[in-house]
């Protein structure tokens, strides 16, 4: 028995923006596969090459992320060499958070493979379909 789907689902926001996430989330973690990082992973690199030093609970506000989730992506990057904890001087209950020397090492590349994505992700969109689509997703978030 075949199931018919609801007539409008293809312009349902929720779908289209799930598909649109799928789309451009599939194609930025084949870009990362070859330097076994993650989407997410990625994402932490760059908050800290934006600003080293910060603490789980600032990293997790800036990225909107909560402690669970931000907990196990760190203890992976910093088992896989992405990132090192550096107890805080003045405050020895606080790890700061840094980039690797790998992540150093590979910063170029990696800010050009997330340009690499966006571009591919945008390229059927004039410079202010663009605009207004960046404007849009701001919006709803």
Request: aromatic fraction near 8%; charged fraction near 30%; glycine fraction near 6%.
């Amino acid at each position: 028995m075949k199931t018919k789907l609801p007539d409008d689902l293809p312009e349902c926001m929720v779908f289209l923006l799930g598909k649109a996430y799928q789309k451009a989330h599939g194609d930025f973690q084949k870009r990362l596969r070859p330097y076994g990082l993650t989407n997410m992973q990625h994402l932490v690199l760059e908050a800290l090459w934006y600003q080293e030093g910060m603490t789980a609970a600032q990293l997790g506000k800036l990225l909107i992320l909560d402690k669970a989730t931000l907990s196990g992506v760190l203890e992976r990057m910093a088992d896989t060499g992405w990132i090192i904890k550096i107890q805080d001087p003045e405050d020895g209950r606080v790890q700061r958070i840094y980039p690797s020397e790998k992540a150093g090492e590979l910063k170029a590349q990696l800010i050009t493979e997330r340009k690499k994505a966006n571009e591919h992700i945008l390229k059927k969109f004039s410079d202010e379909e663009k605009d207004l689509l960046k404007r849009f997703l701001r919006n709803l978030i």
